[in-house]
Structure formats: structure tokens, C-alpha cells
């Protein structure tokens, strides 16, 4: 599947980038419909550009799809570096991480990422290389950046956290991963029953890692 890895280096300049995004997209957009299988004959055609060109940006397939992860998750991560920004605006542990759980939900809850995602997931034996790159761009990336709210918090005295990596995990168990299990078989939860999960997660994380009153 892969092709000859000595080539030159990716075209670059105005053309070039908007050729590269067109690419991207579309690949995103077969992925999702098509599953890792779609012909990059197909992806091309969608993006408007010739087979060629999409080679002269992308070695092979899974270049190509890492890149559409790794754009997925750049997406999601902007989101939560826009509430780690608003931290300022909130004396508020609760709003603040109630605020940091609704955005992690809903990038992870997004149809296209969860079918990535899924697609990762049912590619993971023919293709171990996919997932480690969605490891490294996608939740390990989100596992740091939730690690960077938290200590915000804990700088402020509103946190207090031992460890900060099972804190990580405990906050994506209470608010995320619910949703992820249940879409491995293409099932979704509810507004209402998000809702309580969020609050329910938020109010159970808190009694663990608020600060303790001294004596």
C-alpha cells in the first residue's frame, strides 16, 4: 500500500497549501463514508486534483490519514485551549471544569471523529501505526491539555492534585468515555443523561481533588 518514501520535499507556497487542505478534507470525507479502504483515485477526484499531486504531498494512504487525525484533533484541541483561556474569567472550580467537561464531550461526540475514531479502532490490526498516531495526536494530546487545565486550577488553590495523571483519567472516565463506549456500537446518549453525567462526574472529581481545609 505504501509507496516509494525517497521523493522530494512537499510542494509549498499559496497553491500548494490550498491544494494540501483540499486534500485533507476530502480524505476526511471518504474516510468517514468509505472506511481506511477508499481509493485515493477517489480522494483526488473529490479534491479536485490529480493523483499525482495528491502523492507529492502524502507518501501513501496512511500518511494521508494520519494527517486527517491529527487535523481532527487539532480541532478539538483548540476548543479546550479556548476554555483554559477563559479560566481567568471564573473564581469557580465547579463552572470551570464543568465548562472544560462540556467541550471535551462535545469534540469527542462530533459524528466525523467518532467514525475516525471507530475506523482507528477496526484498523488497529492491520494497520498498529494508526493508532499510535492517533495516540499521540489525539488523546495524548487532549490528556495533556486537560492536564494543563488542571494545574491552572491547582496554581489558584482551587485544585489539589497528588497525581496529576490518574486525575486525568478519572475526569475523562466520569465525563468522556462513556460516550466513546457506547458509540463502539453505534449508540449516543442523550442530552439529558450528558447533562447529568457532566454534573454527577464534576461533582464526584471535586470531592476527591478539592483542596482540604487545613487541621
Known amino acids: ?67 486527517v487525525i491529527g487535523q481532527a484533533m487539532d480541532e478539538a484541541h483548540a476548543t479546550l485551549a479556548e476554555v483554559r483561556a477563559h479560566l481567568v474569567d471564573t473564581g469557580d472550580a465547579r463552572e470551570a471544569l464543568t465548562r472544560t467537561a462540556r467541550a471535551m464531550v462535545e469534540a469527542a461526540t462530533d459524528p466525523s471523529r467518532l467514525a475516525l475514531r471507530n475506523l482507528v479502532t477496526s484498523e488497529l490490526r492491520r494497520f498498529p501505526e494508526l493508532g499510535q498516531s492517533y495516540q499521540q495526536r489525539g488523546p495524548g494530546r487532549s490528556a495533556a491539555a486537560l492536564g494543563e487545565v488542571f494545574g491552572d486550577l491547582c496554581a489558584r488553590g482551587q485544585l489539589a492534585i497528588a497525581d496529576m495523571e490518574v486525575a486525568v483519567i478519572q475526569f475523562f472516565g466520569l465525563t468522556v468515555y462513556p460516550h466513546l463506549i457506547v458509540s463502539s456500537i453505534g449508540a449516543t446518549l442523550g442530552q439529558d443523561l450528558t447533562d447529568r453525567l457532566i454534573a454527577d462526574g464534576v461533582d464526584t472529581f471535586l470531592s476527591r481533588h478539592q483542596p482540604r481545609p487545613p487541621g
Not at 24 to 44: C, E, L, P, Y
Not at 50 to 56: D, P
Open 1 to 67: 500500500m505504501a509507496r516509494d518514501t525517497s521523493r522530494s520535499p512537499a510542494p509549498s507556497g499559496k497553491r500548494a497549501e490550498r491544494n494540501r487542505q483540499a486534500i485533507v478534507a476530502a480524505a476526511r470525507d471518504m474516510f468517514v463514508r468509505d472506511g481506511f479502504d477508499t481509493n485515493m483515485d477517489v480522494i483526488a477526484a473529490a479534491a479536485g486534483v490529480s493523483k499525482v499531486t495528491v502523492y507529492n504531498h502524502f507518501r501513501s494512504k496512511e500518511e494521508l490519514f494520519t494527517e
